[in-house]
C-alpha cells in the first residue's frame, strides 16, 4: 500500500491550489482517508477527512476554503484549497486508515502516509 501526493508550490496570498493524492496497492475509497499538514518544530495538524460513505470532516480554521473530493476511478483522493493565506503554509500529507471510518483526528490512528508536498503561500 502506498500513497504519492503531487500538486504542491508556492503560491500567493489569496490564491487557490489543487493537492492529489493517488493510492496504490488498495482502493482509498474503502478506508478514511486524510488530509495533514505540518510545519518544522510543530505536531502534525489533522486538516480533512473522509470516510468510506464519502462523509467529510474540516478543522475549523479550514472550513469554507479546503474541500476534498474524490475519484474512485483514479484511486485519488483531491484537497482543493481556495483563499490560501501564510498560515497555511506547510508540508501537506495524505494518510489512510486501516479502516473505513473516521473517528478521531490524531495522526496516530492512520496507517498510510504518503511523502509530503510543500506548500508555500507569500504576501
Known amino acids: 500500500a502506498r500513497l504519492l501526493e503531487s500538486g504542491g508550490g508556492s503560491v500567493q496570498a489569496g490564491g487557490s491550489l489543487r493537492l492529489s493524492c493517488e493510492g496504490s496497492?488498495?482502493?482509498?475509497?474503502?478506508?478514511?482517508r486524510a488530509w495533514f499538514r505540518q510545519n518544522p518544530g510543530t505536531d502534525r495538524e489533522w486538516v480533512a477527512d473522509?470516510?468510506?460513505?464519502?462523509?467529510?470532516r474540516y478543522a475549523e480554521s479550514v472550513k469554507g476554503r479546503f474541500t476534498l473530493s474524490q475519484d474512485n476511478a483514479k484511486n485519488t483522493l483531491d484537497l482543493n484549497i481556495d483563499n490560501l493565506n501564510s498560515e497555511d503554509t506547510a508540508i501537506y500529507y495524505c494518510?489512510?486508515?486501516?479502516?473505513?471510518?473516521?473517528?478521531?483526528?490524531?495522526?496516530?490512528?492512520?496507517?498510510?502516509w504518503g511523502q509530503g508536498t510543500q506548500v508555500t503561500v507569500s504576501s
Open positions: 494518510a489512510a486508515r486501516g479502516l473505513p471510518f473516521c473517528d478521531g483526528t490524531s495522526p496516530k490512528h492512520y496507517n498510510y
Open positions: 496497492g488498495f482502493p482509498l475509497s474503502m478506508h478514511c
Open positions: 473522509i470516510d468510506n460513505k464519502g462523509s467529510t
